[in-house]
T-cell receptor
Framework: TQLLEQSPQFLSIQEGENLTVYCNSS?????LQWYRQEPGEGPVLLVT?????EVKKLKRLTFQFGDARKDSSLHITAAQPGDTGLYLC???????????FGTGTRLKVLA | DTGVSQDPRHKITKRGQNVTFRCDPI?????LYWYRQTLGQGPEFLTY????????KSRLLSDRFSAERPKGSFSTLEIQRTEQGDSAMYLC?????????FGPGTRLTVL
């Protein structure tokens, strides 16, 4: 069974702080995605990474795919209250379009 | 609005009743996914379609769950003889290549 473990599970920080969320697995993924979800809504795609070692930036968010394509990280610089939400990673293995979601990291940024 | 839509948004039913949910994907997307999400967890894969073909179904699903996508456009998810453990958010997503776009979900409460 493929598992995607995310850490930390919960994170509460002050506005302006930096943070990193991790997504780890023993499986190799052909692509990995990060989503943010707000209560009562579906997840919204932030980024897709497909190449080992790839780094993508989206404003204050930096995403990295591990060299072996088994792990990923999301770094947020100068967090803002609008960053509050559930952050999810999801991976698909080669030859399938079935996505396995991580356990999620619930982030709360305090003003 | 050309996003993924789901109907109904909320459903309350009594144990033992059957329920059916509908998902309308983005029109040019050939893949359609169903997920189930319980509070505080990441979405759990249920099944996915490529056009009208159901390519994979989770082993976690009992025979009470069935999904169809008769013309490769909209899809329905039916749960027969609902149980309290079926209470969850049911999410639909569609994609053309790698990136999934989610609908707002149907929240099911089984009394």
């Amino acid at each position: 069974t493929q598992l995607l473990e995310q850490s930390p599970q919960f994170l509460s920080i002050q506005e302006g702080e930096n943070l990193t969320v991790y997504c780890n697995s023993s499986s190799v993924f052909s692509s990995l995605q990060w989503y943010r979800q707000e209560p009562g809504e579906g997840p919204v795609l932030l980024v897709t990474v497909v190449t080992g070692g790839e780094v993508k930036k989206l404003k204050r968010l930096t995403f990295q795919f591990g060299d072996a394509r088994k792990d990923s990280s999301l770094h947020i610089t100068a967090a803002q209250p609008g960053d509050t939400g559930l952050y999810l990673c999801a991976g698909a293995t080669s030859g399938t379009y079935k996505y396995i979601f991580g356990t999620g990291t619930r982030l709360k940024v305090l003003a | 609005d050309t996003g993924v839509s789901q109907d109904p948004r909320h459903k309350i039913t009594k144990r033992g009743q059957n329920v059916t949910f509908r998902c309308d994907p983005i029109s040019e997307h050939n893949r359609l996914y169903w997920y189930r999400q319980t509070l505080g967890q990441g979405p759990e894969f249920l099944t996915y379609f490529q056009n009208e073909a159901q390519l994979e179904k989770s082993r976690l699903l009992s025979d009470r769950f069935s999904a169809e996508r008769p013309k490769g456009s909209f899809s329905t998810l039916e749960i027969q003889r609902t149980e309290q453990g079926d209470s969850a958010m049911y999410l639909c997503a569609s994609s053309r290549i790698d990136e999934q776009f989610f609908g707002p979900g149907t929240r099911l409460t089984v009394l």
